[in-house]
């Protein structure tokens, strides 16, 4: 059973504009939710978290959206560079102790 | 600050053959873990430790699969025997702690045939 759910396999984005990702989750025990950038042939990457208690986190041109009520949260890129073709994985653990439980993924296409 | 190290990069077995894969986690992270990524999906925790002891294993297929980590630095994973449907990438990860972001090696990318 996926916990942690991507629902959009890809997403294509012109250079310069906003780029979405979204994440739902059906766990509420969930506290501490992540994104991981991905590049082929690499490990997944950090790139922005958010704790339950708040509900938004901003990192340079990352912003995570959270919203707790709906089990619901966005990743937000502005402006988007080509650089930032890459999939993309939400991740979200319960109780600050465990491991992460991760989406599927969405590949992200940025073009010039 | 060196990263989290793995190898082999790529193997490629038979089916019923057995095959271990090596991590040397980021200098002085108590926290190790063992994914697999199917293609297409999401990275799945198979074993997480904390040092040399293990926190959580109930996805680990233990029929199959063993993990180690001696001392409470580096771990090998163990298939054996391995089926197709093992075919992955399998990724280390480690953090300072559990409540913190995880750093990821390369992979290994193993091919059953």
């Known amino acids: 059973d996926q916990q942690v759910k991507q629902n959009s396999p890809s997403l294509s984005v012109q250079e310069g504009r906003i780029s979405i990702l979204n994440c739902d989750y059906t766990n509420s025990m969930f506290d501490y939710f992540l994104w991981y950038k991905k590049y082929p042939a690499e490990g997944p990457t950090f790139l922005i978290s958010?704790?339950?208690?708040?509900d938004k986190n901003e990192d340079g041109r990352f912003t995570v959206f959270l919203n707790k009520s709906a089990k619901h949260l966005s990743l937000h890129i502005v402006p988007s560079q080509p650089g930032d073709s890459a999939v993309y994985f939400c991740a979200a653990s319960a109780n600050s102790g465990y491991a992460l439980n991760f989406g599927k993924g969405t590949s992200l296409l940025v073009t010039p | 600050e060196a990263g989290v190290a793995q190898s082999p990069r790529y193997k490629i077995i038979e089916k019923r053959q057995s095959v271990a894969f090596w991590c040397n986690p980021i200098s002085g992270h108590a926290t190790l873990y063992w994914y697999q990524q199917i293609l297409g999906q999401g990275p799945k925790l198979l074993i997480q430790?904390?040092?040399?002891?293990?926190?959580?294993d109930s996805q680990l297929p233990k029929d199959r699969f063993s993990a180690e980590r001696l001392k409470g630095v580096d771990s090998t994973l163990k298939i054996q025997p391995a089926k197709l449907e093992d075919s992955a990438v399998y990724l280390c990860?480690?953090?300072?702690?559990?409540?913190?972001?995880?750093?990821f090696g390369q992979g290994t990318r193993l091919t059953v045939v």
């Open positions: 430790f904390q040092n040399n002891g293990v926190v959580d």
């Open positions: 958010i704790s339950s208690i708040k």
């Open positions: 990860a480690s953090s300072s702690g559990p409540a913190d972001e995880a750093f």
